[in-house]
């Protein structure tokens, strides 16, 4: 890998030209007008009622791949160029294109559903036996169960065209409001308008007494806008309840189950085995509170930095380091994230401009991913930056599937990502200079636990009781706030002296629209790469190939499916969840063996 590298990424090499490029141009005419041939095709079509008719109805899929392969790489295209300069206004231009296209895609697939059910089951059986369908039996045959479970396809048809501007909208016109959101702060004699973001980073700072006087000021901001989130958040879950209820669901987590691909057993096993440990990590909230000089955490307080920063760790070093420990377990892992930072498929300077935050996105056509973030010399940009060359390599290992062979879940997309970052999170503390450094960067691993273990269980926990009482009328801000406080109290098993009332308010993830219940599959992710890693940490580079496998085979089985294949391990029991919080546990319990000096002192 030559030495220094270049922090920004190629895009030349899939769209010439950027935002003003006639090769991307041509290719959304091309998309726009293969999207319409195959609306036709559809409108045309038959649904096969012997094995003399696969050869069409396989037509009818392979285009359909097709399409989403090309859908795929233009949303990636525009996700880029959106990303790596905010002031492009012909980007966001072509993003509404975009997204206009991938509604039409995503319409016509109405008609597809109905074709799937009217197969008869012996038909079905024989023309998933054998080639090309038998790569994407899995994916078809679960839009199928699905499309059973469903109303019939002209009401679901009805149901998504109000879907855009009910539905929807209420989720469009709380992420519009909120942009416009301004949380005045007073600093060196000023007052400053701050947006959500801004506001929400100012609350980490490492001042106790500012930290809780910029928390009550968030708080009653989000309580001036508690009508109107109450408001949204009540008819989002009005739709969707009336929508589950003419389907004739009775749970609301059917739908985010059946969308991760896991059962509630599973479900269940997981936060079972969560709650078993929850105290070690009141026992950290507890050795937190002592470091910080406090009686006892507030909300605010549990993401507070502790001090004692790490060292600035430049680019080219972070590149070294990461590509170093990625070949201790997996060395064709290392040869990927060699090659991806070599050929600038990453996008990690540090100029304004830039969108927050980070991501990796593929591109089917080309076979390349793109990562972007954006790289400041810390540690946490350096765990990033491992995260997102995990998420790369999930889809490298997947570029020679079918498309509809790559449509893993939310749940285990984060798989090869959190994996991984556990190996460099891991590396970081090893190369520690000192107990203080090795105490920060040890905090900052227990802290991703209790986010996952604690404050997403609030949000589960949350959600849940607030759909049950939503069946029966809409729910006051009053309720909503008590309704969180006590999801928040079960979850941190009352380990904090004041919580975070209108966090209903400022969590958009309530009122995504795409993915329900977007919490959960974050949990699960995480924990399921934890077991993954202690397995190649006992195993090392020979569990390679079957991590590779199980990879490939996210989007083509249940979870539970690719646990047992490539584990051994039933995730409805206990057992598996039980050792990947452990691993989370142990590093509390080292965390309370290195700072027992200091609270002594």
């Known amino acids: 890998m030559q030495m220094p590298l270049r922090q920004t990424w190629d895009l030349d090499s899939i769209f010439p030209g950027g935002s003003g490029s006639a090769a991307f141009a041509a290719f959304l005419g091309e998309l726009q007008t293969g999207i319409e041939e195959f609306r036709a095709q559809l409108a045309a079509a038959k649904p096969p009622q012997s094995e003399e008719d696969g050869a069409a109805f396989a037509a009818i899929v392979e285009r359909m791949q097709q399409l989403l392969a090309r859908l795929r790489e233009a949303e990636s295209f525009i996700g880029c160029l959106t990303a790596e300069n905010q002031n492009d206004k012909k980007a966001l231009q072509l993003s509404g294109q975009v997204k206009t ?11 597809f559903d109905e074709l799937l059910t009217k197969v008869p089951a012996d038909v079905w059986e024989a023309l998933l036996g054998r080639e090309p369908l038998r790569g994407v039996r899995f994916a078809l045959s679960e839009r199928r169960e699905l499309a059973r479970e ?12 109000l879907a855009v501007d009910g539905y929807h909208g209420w989720g469009d016109l709380y992420d519009t409001t909120v942009a416009q959101f301004r949380m005045p702060v007073e600093e060196d004699g000023k007052t400053a308008m701050l947006s959500v973001g801004q506001a929400f980073n100012k609350l980490h700072t490492p001042d106790t007494a500012r930290r809780k006087e910029l928390f009550a000021q968030w708080e009653r901001t989000w309580a001036e806008k508690a009508d109107f989130c109450a408001e949204a958040l009540n008819h989002l879950a009005g739709f969707r309840l009336t929508m589950y209820k003419h389907r004739g669901w009775d749970s609301v987590h059917k739908e985010p189950l059946a969308i991760n691909r896991m059962t509630k057993e599973t479900l269940d096993a997981m936060w079972g085995a969560i709650d078993e440990a929850k105290a070690e990590f009141a026992l950290y909230l507890q050795r937190k509170a002592q470091l910080l000089g406090l009686e006892q955490l507030a909300w605010v307080d549990v993401e507070a930095p502790l001090g004692g920063a790490a060292s600035h760790i430049s680019y080219d070093d972070a590149a070294r380091l990461i590509v170093d420990k990625f070949r201790t377990l997996s060395p064709q892992l290392a040869d990927f994230a060699e090659m991806a930072l070599s050929k600038r498929w990453i996008e990690a300077e540090d100029r304004p401009g830039k969108r927050p935050g980070g991501f990796c996105t593929s591109f089917p056509l080309a076979g ?4 972007f973030m954006t790289f400041g010399g810390t540690t946490n940009n350096v765990s990033t930056l491992a995260h997102e060359l995990g998420h790369g390599y999930h889809q490298h290992v997947m570029n020679d599937m079918p498309p509809l062979a790559q449509e893993y879940a939310m749940n285990v997309a984060e798989t090869a990502s959190t994996f991984a970052e556990l190996v460099v999170a891991d590396a970081l503390v090893d190369i520690a200079a000192t107990d203080e450094e090795r105490v920060t960067l040890l905090e900052d691993k227990i802290q991703r636990a209790v986010v996952m273990f ?3 269980h609030a949000r589960f926990i949350f959600e849940t009781n607030f759909y049950a009482e939503r069946r029966h009328g809409l729910v006051s801000v009053e309720r909503l706030n008590e309704l969180m406080v006590s999801a928040q109290r079960q979850a941190f098993r009352d380990a904090l002296s004041e919580y975070h009332p209108h ?5 958009l993830h309530f009122y995504a629209t795409d993915v329900p219940f977007y919490n959960f599959p974050y949990t699960f992710g995480f924990l399921f790469s934890a077991g993954i890693y202690a397995r190649a940490k006992q195993e090392g580079p020979a569990f390679e190939d079957r991590y590779n496998a199980l990879l490939r085979d996210t989007g083509s089985m249940t979870v539970e499916e690719l646990a047992q294949k490539h584990l051994g391990v039933d995730l409805t029991k206990r057992d598996f969840w039980q050792g990947a919080v452990r691993m989370a546990a142990n590093d509390v319990q080292t965390f309370l063996g290195l700072t027992e000096k200091m609270v002594r002192a």
């Open 454 to 456: 604690m404050n997403i």
């Open 503 to 507: 966090f209903w308010a400022a969590k």
């Open 101 to 111: 296209l991938a509604a039409a895609y995503h319409g016509s697939l109405t008609r």
């Open 150 to 161: 469903k109303l019939p396809p002209e009401q679901e048809a009805l149901l998504a065209d």
């Open 368 to 371: 390349q991913t793109r990562i």
